[in-house]
């Protein structure tokens, strides 16, 4: 038994108290660990333990299988420190799925972990696979088979009454990952978030009390564009040109209402504010969803924008420039209301010098089902084109020329250039698309915005970092505008929206 002990806990033990030095490393740094609720240090044991069982089960070297957990857990902590640097959020249990999707979409994730880190961490993880089978031998040289699994057992026995009584407890959750991650520690907190997942708050299939149109003729074609990293950069300095947005400047000052949107996301995770927007659902009412609603929440039949105007005799229209199963959005629409999702199997391939489908070639597309809709339309647009990462594309000076008064980019800034110029074709696509909706014949309203600010973390050192607010606009062809400055957060732009299709005067026919 003494040798059972040796063989298996002492290695237990010293990743345990490894894996605690290395979360002082963290960003944000967690409460040592004799600051901690008890329950939230058991929990930590735990995670480490459950892998620790995992490469045990798989190697049968129980130090190789230590090195292993703890390799993993230091993994954990680069991958946490390069979210929280771009994004200002740490890694929740919710990011674990993108790992997946880090293999299938490599230039979404990759580069903003860094391609050398990458290649760097396989290398060292294939030496130290091929060093830990040479270095120890398997533990059923020195134990019985019995003895091995026996102990084996017995530590996944452990795991399992750790887990039951952690999920018994009621832990004090901010749902502010950073505010959790220091008072809770990373495995604890990931526990917590993991099993309140399970929770569906038992509302979101009701139409929130502020979604009312009644009473008065309704705009027959809705457009809604949310725009990728949209917010007006010229905030950030003053040599930016003014005619970088020059068309949405014209939108602005003939729409209905426009103003400052506060999102739920910082630089990427989009869906938070897609959902936000199409459900009315605050985060303080969506908890843990609120991280990524289209893992659970989304796929409950929600009440949403798309399932308000489908019972008003509506066709319902997603477009995205990018590959349909993405957050599942291929399963998830039709559970929102959506009739039709065109993905990027309905466009050409992005033209040269663009990474995904331009704004440009977007308009087009949503141009064309806006011009052969016959009956009331609600099209709900997810722009690709600014998707970071901005660092991997290039500039010129003749970039630089067109973006800057004093035709130079600032030292360091080449990412603020790179998003000026997509911007351009934004301001393009806000263009076409008002002059699609102003020649129809048809009440037409067009609600822009955007679903996070970008990630240019050496941007906002040199110039400063914005609020986080992006920008919105909703649009009427049949009025001059009254051009009311009010700001939203993303939850309520549905409502607004709605209270701006009412059409009180109809000259174009509704």
Known sequence: MSELLMA?????????????????????????????????????????????????????????????????????????????VALREPFIFQDFEYFFD?????????????????????????????????????????????????????????????????????????????EDLRAHGVYAYMHYYAWAESHIPCDVCDPPASWSADGLPLATRVLVIQSESFFDARTLSSDIRA???????????????????????????????????????????????????????????????????????????CIHPYPASFYERDRVYPELGFDEFIDITAFEPPEAGLPYVGDVALADKVAAVLEAADGPLFCFVITMENHGPLHLESVNEQDEARLYISKRQAPGCKDLTVYLRHQLNADRMVRHLRGVLERGEQPAVLCWYGDHVPVMPAVYDHYGAPDGRTRYAIWRNWSAGEGRQIDLAAHQLGAALLAGIRVESAPRGA
């Open 8 to 84: 298996l806990l002492l290695p237990l033990l010293a990743g345990v108290l490894v894996t605690l030095l290395l979360e002082r490393a963290m960003l944000p740094a967690p409460a040592p660990c004799w600051r901690r609720p008890w329950l939230a240090n058991l929990l930590h044991v735990n995670g480490w333990l459950m892998v620790y069982c995992f490469e045990l089960l798989l190697f049968q070297r129980p130090w190789f299988a230590a090195l292993l957990s703890t390799g993993f857990f230091a993994l954990l902590v680069l991958v946490n420190n390069a979210k929280y």
């Open 102 to 178: 880090a293999l299938r979409h490599p230039r979404l994730y990759i580069p903003f972990f860094g391609i050398a880190k990458t290649i760097a961490g396989f290398l060292v993880f294939g030496l130290v696979l091929a060093t830990g089978f040479w270095l120890e031998t398997s533990v059923l040289v020195r134990l019985s088979p019995w003895h091995f699994w026996g102990g084996l057992l017995l530590l996944v026995g452990v795991c399992a009454v750790l887990c039951v009584l952690g999920k018994k407890c009621n832990p004090h959750l901010q749902f502010s990952p950073a």
């Open 243 to 317: 005619d970088v947005l020059l068309e949405y400047d014209r939108l602005c000052a003939s729409s209905w209402q426009t103003g400052g949107l506060t999102t739920p996301a910082w630089g990427a995770n989009t869906v938070r504010s897609e959902f936000a927007f199409l459900s009315g659902l605050s985060p303080v009412r969506m908890g843990v969803q609120q991280f990524n609603p289209y893992r659970k929440l989304a796929k409950s039949s929600p009440y949403t924008l798309a399932r308000w105007f489908r019972q008003r005799g509506y066709r319902t229209v």
